[in-house]
């Protein structure tokens, strides 16, 4: 790759090899989380609609998969129900993922904050239908449950459109992001679709070094005001029925960073 590498301000160092990626594996397949979280850990997936949020779980159960196999059971793509309308959640171990709509797509920021909150706090049922929720109407029919609150939020972005997004919606974004914050909730930026940067299959091992990466990161850090460390990428494409190894690892990094803070948050806070 050349001059398109800098390790100047990188800020991911993920080992690609198979002693890696049997430890991530061997590390979430097998983690017991603390007690009084329902025995599992809620990780939300949101971001803008397309954004790549329904791929990234089907990314995260292929990678925890012991086989490595290919798992599309989230509907993408030009599946006629791959746009989300509804609050889903998908299991493996004890991690659940939850998809949600996009939230360009929820009403007004006020309207989708409240919406945001709820979901936060457990509120909202699984299979509620994210478009026709009123939470001014709903906030008092929906008591906690404790066993859908959310630990961790990953702030879904393409990487091929991030330069598109609106003054607008990027302060949307932020009022958003600051509600997690409000709530101690950790929270972490995935960019999908990094392939359409122009880094070449066999350099992927590398894509943390990679400054059109890095350049998209410092800005996307310097708009929303969350820090660089805090920010992965996923690879969603891959060939045949197997999930390649370095694909594997950067979905399981980005999952070992996030249990690993969230346990320690939840570790200090019982």
């Known amino acids: 790759m050349g001059s398109n590498f800098s390790k ?54 292929s990678a925890l998969d012991p086989q490595g196999a290919t798992i599309t059971c989230v509907p993408t793509g030009n599946n006629p129900g791959s746009l989300t309308p509804e609050l889903r959640c998908y299991r493996a171990g004890s991690l659940k993922f939850w998809d949600s709509a996009g939230w360009n797509a929820l009403g007004n920021t006020d309207q989708t ?67 997690v914050a409000q709530k101690y909730t950790y929270r972490v930026v995935i960019g999908t679709k990094f392939e359409v940067l122009g880094i070449q299959e066999n350099d992927h091992k590398s894509i943390y070094e990679y ?32 999930i390649e190894m370095i694909k594997c690892i950067l979905a399981l990094y980005i999952l070992e960073n996030m249990i690993r803070n969230i346990d320690k948050f939840l570790k200090v806070t019982k």
């Open 113 to 179: 904050k409240r919406v945001l909150q709820m979901i936060l706090e457990g509120r909202v049922p699984k299979k509620t239908n994210l478009h026709r929720f009123n939470p001014d109407s709903d906030f008092a029919n929906y008591p906690v449950m404790p066993e859908n609150v959310i630990h961790g939020v990953a702030f879904i972005f393409d990487m091929n459109t991030i330069d598109c997004i609106s003054e607008e919606q990027m302060n949307a974004f932020k009022e958003l992001q600051t509600i």
């Open 8 to 61: 100047d301000g990188c800020f991911q160092y993920p080992i690609m090899d198979k002693r890696k990626l049997d430890t991530l594996r061997n590390y979430l397949c097998n983690y017991n989380p603390p007690e009084g979280c329902g025995g599992c850990i809620n990780i939300l997936l949101f971001g803008l609609e397309a954004g790549g949020k329904s791929s990234t779980i089907n990314t995260f159960l």
């Open 211 to 242: 400054k059109p990466l890095q350049d998209k990161f410092t800005k996307l850090s310097e708009l929303t005001g969350m820090e660089k460390r805090s920010m992965f990428v996923v690879s969603n494409q891959w060939r045949g029925d197997q």
